[in-house]
């Protein structure tokens, strides 16, 4: 099993930027891909950002440059700038590894414009 743990959010005015944080435990040997997804009220999980073992990452269009995912050993970091009202939404760390998926209790992140 793991154990994803967020934190890092807040509120935060349009333009300005949040860095979210995940720390993982229990068996972190055997993760593969660890990522971020959000969900706003009213609207369906979607992907944010994914990066595997290998370093490879993946960003939906929404992130235009402004998000960077990053990694390190069992810890998952997303670096958002100018950030923007749509942007608002809990956000949720992702992890995988051989024996199925694994989320964490999510973070809210609120942007005022």
């Known amino acids: 099993q793991v154990q994803l743990v967020e934190s890092g959010g807040g509120l935060v005015q349009a333009g300005g930027s949040l860095r979210l944080s995940c720390v993982t435990s229990g068996s972190i040997f055997r993760i593969g891909t660890m990522g971020w997804y959000r969900q706003a009220p009213g609207k369906q999980r979607e992907l944010v950002a994914t990066?595997?073992?290998?370093?490879r990452t993946d960003y939906a269009d929404f992130t235009k440059g402004r998000f960077t995912i990053s990694r390190d050993n069992a810890k998952v970091y997303l670096q958002m700038n100018n950030v923007k009202p749509d942007d608002t939404a809990v956000y949720y760390c992702?992890?995988?590894?051989?024996?199925?998926?694994?989320w964490g209790q999510g973070t809210q992140v609120t942007v005022s414009s």
């Open positions: 990066t595997t073992r290998t370093g």
């Open positions: 992702y992890a995988n590894d051989v024996t199925g998926e694994f």
